[in-house]
Nanobody, 114 residues
Framework: QVQLVESGGGLVQAGESLRLSCAAS????????MAWYRQIPGKQRDQVAR???????TYADSVKGRFTISRDNAKNTMYLQMNSLKPEDTAVYYC????????WGQGTQVTVSS
């Protein structure tokens, strides 16, 4: 079955960096568009960045120039490098498989203190 497991969240100060990882299993990873989303309690889940199987990327305006999405198809893993973090980046971050049915990971909390 499809499984997505995020890791790498935590508490950091504004201006610092974090790298999130999403380990995928149960499907042919390289064939699927993958994405990172984030959600603040009481708000909708918003897409942060997405990446195609061959590495083409798209970013939300709020993270352009600060976040980098990447993937290693040999390791079935997707990453989100987050630099220059801001308090408004505080959210639960979710990994998602987008092609066909959408699957979600369990989420990882990122908290940025000012």
């Amino acid at each position: 079955q499809v499984q997505l497991v995020e890791s790498g969240g935590g508490l950091v100060q504004a201006g610092e960096s974090l790298r999130l990882s999403c380990a995928a299993s149960g499907f042919i990873f390289s064939m699927y568009v993958m994405a990172w989303y984030r959600q603040i309690p009481g708000k909708q889940r918003d897409q942060v960045a997405r990446i195609t199987g061959d590495g083409r990327t798209t970013y939300a305006d709020s993270v352009k120039g600060r976040f980098t999405i990447s993937r290693d198809n040999a390791k079935n893993t997707m990453y989100l490098q987050m630099n220059s973090l801001k308090p408004e980046d505080t959210a639960v971050y979710y990994c998602a498989r987008l092609t066909g049915a959408t699957y979600w990971g369990q989420g990882t909390q990122v908290t940025v203190s000012s």
